[in-house]
């Protein structure tokens, strides 16, 4: 999985997964552009931690729900590195559990555009400047398939909608041999479940995967490197679990 030279968008690469995915990246060659929203000190420890691999990383604070910033980071990718070669999109969120007799068209539409919007006009900034070869990967959920839990309908949606999106992406973009995956993560011990899933409902989920425990992010940062490489050549507009075991698809 040689990608020595590679230039390849993290958006949302300051923590968590998407430090893994980053970090996945530049151990096998490839330079890193990273956004982040509000962990400024995560990032830049993130780009120490890139350029130790040997390679270069930028961090760029973003607002992805806005088209010009996410514009703007592109642009900032392609004067630092000349080139780009994929786009990563782990940013997003669950922002607040919410049912739906109690949820705001307000609510509904930040979520909307965190996990939805934002990957399009990411997609779309990036997709005139890859080539043949190039990849992008997707972050959708476990969610996105089984609703997800108490108060996430509109996280679950987006998540779905993802799975959709990437679908109809490859098709469009698989005659010019650029490959567009998804990756759904399961239960992962990040800070999205220490934020918002009870210590409980974590240990029970645990449980009941095949494997009896949770994943970790660096599981899923080796899986998108997978998928970003010519290794997964053959593949495009797959959704891909990585649960442990917990849902079968």
């Known amino acids: 999985m040689d990608m020595k030279g590679k230039v390849f968008i993290v958006a949302g690469g300051g923590r968590d997964i998407g430090r893994s995915c980053a970090l996945a990246l530049a151990k096998r060659g490839a330079n890193i552009v ?3 929203h509000s962990s400024s000190g995560a990032a830049l420890n993130v780009v120490k931690e890139v350029e130790s691999y040997g390679v270069s990383a930028i961090a760029l604070r973003a607002d ?5 910033e996410a514009n703007g980071v592109v642009a900032a990718a392609l004067e630092g ?10 940013s997003g969120g669950l922002l607040e559990r919410i049912k739906i007799e109690d949820m705001s068209l307000q609510h509904w539409h930040n979520v909307m555009n965190v996990n939805l919007t934002s ?3 990411m997609a779309h900034a990036t ?4 080539k043949d070869g190039d990849s992008i990967v997707t972050f959708a959920s ?3 398939r089984d609703g997800g839990g108490g108060g996430a309908v509109a996280y679950a949606t987006s998540k779905g909608a993802i799975m959709t999106f990437t679908r109809g992406l490859a098709k469009e973009l698989g005659a010019k041999n650029i490959r567009v995956n998804s990756v759904c993560p399961g239960m992962i011990s990040t800070g999205f479940h220490d934020q918002f899933t009870q210590d409980e409902i ?6 009941a995967t095949a494997l009896k425990r949770e994943g970790t992010a660096d599981e899923v940062g080796s899986l998108v490197a997978f998928l970003m490489s010519q290794e997964a050549s053959f593949m ?6 990585i649960n442990g075991g917990l849902l079968f698809s």
């Open 34 to 36: 990273l956004t982040y």
């Open 64 to 68: 992805l729900t806005q088209e010009a």
């Open 81 to 90: 590195f000349g080139h780009l070669n994929g786009l990563v999109h782990v």
């Open 119 to 121: 990957l399009f006009m």
């Open 127 to 130: 997709i005139p400047h890859l």
């Open 142 to 144: 476990q969610a996105g």
């Open 202 to 207: 974590r240990t029970k989920v645990a449980a």
């Open 236 to 241: 495009t507009g797959n959704c891909v679990d």
